[in-house]
């Protein structure tokens, strides 16, 4: 048991502060994120600083009771946790010594203090008693509720000692910003982690309608936030009964209608981010927080304590209600009874409180929900709240066993399958996710409404069907208009339903009713993410700068990270990639804080995508292999697969085929055994990407890839893998293939409202229209392509939508326009810090330059593509129609210098290339200069029949431009030919 040093006293050492108590820890005055168990290990160890404490000991602590379990592993696991919590090296330990097989010693000199400053006698290691000042600190004050800075200490994890082999990444914010963070739900007090789900609002009178209702319910019903009860007693095995009481209560007091339930999850962000622990330190001023923050008019405080022997074990209940607005205390009931009739005594309390607050007592079918929302078994009781505690903690891994225990003893409960079914999600264990969800359904019937509801929602969501889930989202919103949650499902459901519109207009709804600041911050994320499927980067930056501020005003440390997060994938989108990583940078350490290291994991494969973009391939194996290192720690399997399928473009670059290979088949290992079919389906187009070269393998990878897809209804990404099919068709020259390809692509990317994407159809079908000879339509569709990027700001598309509307400018004879334009994308590059573009965009800009009879500047123009083409081929795989376009531009130079037997070589050299890679449209283009420079040169039968050849060909495949030109070339020399053989000509050279 603690000794009398426990309570009310604070540890400190080196730069952090423990209370023993409350079991906070802070770190230069900042709270730092330690769970329960690694901080009940702390405070063992600081009883008795410099002396041995056993394993057998600490198991006996942590798990009182139990039998059976894989202590060893579980305590080692509480062990490292405290280590990275103290950011301590246990080949070097400074806090935490090891000795190996025989316990755990706090080795660090420490002291001991009040709460109220006043130094106590403290142990050191050696065993003597010091009296001297403690250094200073800034510790916890209620009074000073708020006033903590806004900064925050990330949690320090070992260092890397060498790379990893396996690496991360995704491949831009085109496959959407929906599939970054997932959604949080609610059953009772746990979180459900969704992909989310799709459809609209009925009509204009369903939105008013909601928006009356809103409006009425969040003004005429209460609402009510039940914190986690104290443990008395303080016997670690009932310490469950916190989370446990708690939900019952915030469920009985939300049944009916008379009052709204603040989310359990809120409610343990808000008490961790703000460093309280027990309920006893609720202030006046705490309540106005919670008032305004959480928008909660009434605050529910309670304890339990245990007294008498295991077989004849009694227990108390006491339950406060406050008013948030004015502080005061209302009212207290409470109830005892026996241990066992633990429910009983809750039912019992939620009946006087129901009664005191004036509202209806609950009917008969009522009741029964209530009796659904915990497991009747008291063991499945305890690993069902546990399991619950440990998602709210970002601890999907412990939470997934402890709800298979829950589910093993009462597999009749529903919220265990669902709960489970949430666990297995945040770990990406999807096939385990949708079974869960099935269970969970099946056993859904006595659940209350909205509970019953959510249920259901989750179900349609891990089974695709994002029609169904959007109708539950809607009744539910329509029914429990008043929390904000259910606004925001809905909305994330219409935007993956492909009705990204319809969600800014739910959200625009959702805003005008009144929440508190943390709802409203929510709210502004939620439309932050839905901006940015419809490529609106910058509201999607206003948005999450709106709920950055508000969030830091609450201190939710959690909420500003999110906002960092969108607001960084915002300016990324705009081309600030700096700013992006610094606040993602801030980001990371947010959630480190926290203990969120799946989103620390999502974080850095972010960072390495920039690294990627920006050309710096050691910056992005670094975050990459973070990105690995850390997903498999903690078993996110999701995450890891898109780490490894990530590192793999990076090897594939710079250690070969067979290794980027390797890895997409490890990320697709995972993805299989798992059954997340959304994820190997991305992996399949990653593995098409680098084989890109290869078309037959990477046109049967995209369909794959297409085929799961479509499997899962992601019409963004079925949208992508067409727009992948319609490159490969152009790039082959089967222009008609292309053309079918990128209008259906047009038409999702249009019903998903991605305008960047569609901004990129446009591009690609005015590029098939060129080769088509129908300069018109190009010149209309590059044009509109220009228009909808431009707004966008995304600038590395904006410029090689501007490349392609030079090449337009350029076959149509306007050669001015045309340089200005590739001008003007060259320096768009340039601005992007992207070489390769810089060089390609020059490249095309030399064959307008030589049009124009410049010459030297064409030369010029060249030189700067073959400076990129050295340097790049140093570390990377330099492949691509830009390769071939080089030769052609080339051999056209040596021919306008008369250096016809060079340029012939040169030609002949593009038409090889184009043949290699098989690319039939380029090969047109070669096939055409080598004509034009043959008929320049000695051999001008042989030109005018490859021409004549080419001109039929081009014809029948549908290049119009080539046939036109090919014709226009021969006429040029019939005429030239007729001329030279005229009577008066032929006399002269007789």
Not at 186 to 213: E, R, S, V
Not at 588 to 601: E, L, N
Not at 637 to 649: K, P, S, V, Y
Not at 735 to 740: E, K
Request: aromatic fraction near 6%.
């Amino acid at each position: 048991m603690r000794s009398t040093r426990q309570g009310e006293r604070l540890a400190l050492w080196s730069a952090f502060e423990f209370d023993l108590g409350t079991l906070g820890l802070r770190k230069h005055g900042i709270r730092l994120r330690l769970e329960q168990k690694p901080a009940q290990v702390l405070a063992r160890l600081l009883e008795e600083p410099g002396q041995l404490v056993g394993r057998d000991e600490l198991v006996d602590l942590l798990w009182p009771g139990e039998q059976h379990g894989d202590f060893d592993q579980r305590l080692n696991k509480a062990i490292h946790k405290l280590r990275c919590g103290l950011g301590d090296d246990p080949g070097d330990p400074r806090f935490v010594q090891t000795l190996s097989g025989y316990g755990y010693r706090f080795i660090a000199e420490v002291e001991f203090v009040s709460r109220n400053g006043r130094s106590v006698p403290a142990l050191v290691p050696n065993g003597t008693v010091r009296h001297d000042s403690p250094p200073h600190s800034r510790r916890f004050d209620p009074s000073a509720e708020g006033k903590e800075p806004d900064t925050y200490a990330p949690e320090h994890s070992p260092g890397r000692t060498g790379t990893h082999p396996h690496h991360a990444g995704m491949r831009t914010s085109l496959e959407g910003a929906w599939a970054r963070a997932p959604i949080s739900l609610h059953l009772g007090g746990q979180k459900f982690w969704t992909i989310a789900a799709g459809l609209a609002i009925a009509a204009a009178l369903f939105t008013t309608w909601i928006l009356h209702k809103t409006k009425q319910w969040a003004g005429g019903r209460r609402s009510v936030a039940v914190l986690r009860f104290t443990n008395l007693s303080g016997n670690p095995a009932d310490q469950w009964l916190s989370t446990a009481l708690s939900n019952w209560l915030s469920s009985e007091l939300a049944a009916g209608s008379g009052l709204r339930a603040i989310s359990q999850e809120q409610i343990a962000q808000f008490w961790s981010e703000h460093g309280l622990s027990d309920p006893d330190q609720v202030s006046p001023s705490l309540l106005g927080r919670m008032n305004h923050d959480l928008g909660s008019d009434l605050v529910l405080t309670g304890s339990y304590a245990t007294s008498g022997t295991d077989g004849q074990s009694r227990i108390r209940v006491d339950v406060q209600m406050h008013d948030a607005r004015s502080g005061q205390l209302l009212f207290v009931v409470s109830a005892s009874g026996s241990r066992t009739e633990i429910f009983d005594l809750a039912s019992s309390a939620g009946v006087q409180l129901r009664r005191k607050l004036g509202l209806d007592a609950l009917d008969s079918s009522n009741l029964v929900s209530m009796r659904a929302i915990l497991p009747t078994n008291p063991d499945a009781a305890r690993f069902y709240a546990e399991g619950t505690e440990e998602i709210e903690r970002y601890d999907p891994v412990d939470a997934r066993v402890l709800l298979e225990r829950a589910v093993a003893l009462e597999p009749e409960h529903a919220l265990t399958h669902a709960a489970l079914s949430t666990a297995n999600t945040m770990l990406g264990f999807s096939e385990d996710a949708r079974t869960e969800a099935k269970s969970a359904l099946a056993l859904s019937a006595s659940l209350p409404t909205e509970q019953r509801l959510l249920v259901q929602g989750q179900f349609d969501e891990a089974n695709y069907e994002w029609d169904k889930a959007v109708e539950v989202y809607s009744r539910l919103f329509q029914l429990f208009p008043d929390n904000v949650e259910n606004g925001i499902r809905l909305a994330h459901a219409q935007t993956l339903a492909g009705k990204p519109l319809v969600a800014l207009d739910t959200i625009a709804l959702i805003h005008q009713a009144p929440f508190g600041s943390d709802d409203e911050a929510r709210i502004d994320l939620a439309e932050a993410a839905a901006a940015a499927s419809v490529s609106d980067f910058r509201r999607q930056r206003n948005a999450a700068v709106r709920a950055a501020e508000l969030a830091r005003t609450s201190q939710a440390t959690e909420l500003v990270a999110r906002a960092e997060e969108e607001q960084g994938e915002a300016l990324r989108a705009l081309g600030s990639v700096a700013e992006a990583m610094t606040l993602w940078k801030d980001a990371q350490t947010r959630y480190t804080a926290i203990g969120d290291r799946s989103a620390v994991a999502r974080l850095l494969i972010d960072q390495g995508r920039v690294h990627w973009e920006q050309g710096d391939p050691e910056g992005a194996e670094d975050s990459y292999t973070d990105a690995v290192l850390m997903s498999e720690k903690i078993g996110d399997e999701a995450n890891h697969g898109r780490a490894l399928a990530a590192l793999a473009q990076v090897r594939m670059y710079y250690v070969g085929w067979a290794e980027g290979e390797k890895l997409c088949n490890q990320a697709l290992s995972i993805f299989r055994r798992t059954g997340n079919k959304e994820e190997e389906a991305y992996t399949l187009s990653l593995m098409a990407d680098i084989l890109f070269t290869h078309h037959a393998q990477a046109i049967s990878l995209y369909q794959q890839s297409l085929q799961l897809s479509r499997e899962v209804n992601d019409r963004s990404r079925i949208a992508g893998r067409l727009m992948d099919l319609g490159i490969e068709a152009t790039v082959q020259g089967k222009l008609s293939s292309a053309d079918n390809y990128l209008q259906q692509s047009l038409a999702l990317f249009r019903q998903t409202g991605e305008r960047n994407r569609e901004g990129l159809q446009l591009n690609l079908l005015a590029i098939v229209r060129t080769w088509q000879g129908r300069l018109e339509e190009a010149d209309s569709l590059s044009a509109q392509a220009v228009a909808i990027l431009g707004a966008v700001g995304d600038p590395v598309p904006l410029a090689q939508s501007r490349e392609t509307r030079g090449i337009v400018q350029m076959e149509k004879a306007r050669l001015v326009d045309a340089e200005a334009t590739l001008k003007l994308a060259i320096e768009e590059h340039r601005n992007a810090n992207n070489p390769g573009g810089v060089a390609i965009a020059s490249g095309q800009l030399a064959e307008v330059l030589l049009k124009e009879g410049k010459t030297a500047e064409s030369l010029e123009a060249l030189r700067v593509y073959d400076a990129w083409l050295r340097d790049a081929s140093k570390t990377e795989l330099i492949a691509g129609e830009h390769v071939t376009q080089r030769a052609i531009v080339g051999a056209l130079l040596d021919a306008h210098g008369g250096k016809f037997e060079r340029a012939r070589n040169e030609a002949l050299t593009a038409v090889s290339q184009a043949l290699a890679a098989d690319q039939g449209s380029m090969l047109m283009k070669a096939r055409l200069a080598l004509g034009e420079i043959e008929l320049q040169g000695a051999d001008r039968a042989a030109g005018r029949r490859d021409l004549n050849s080419l001109a039929a060909k081009a014809e029948s495949t549908g290049f119009g431009l080539i046939g036109r030109a090919a014709q226009q070339t021969i006429a040029a020399y019939d005429q030239n030919s007729a001329h030279a053989s005229s009577p008066i000509e032929a006399s002269g050279r007789n």
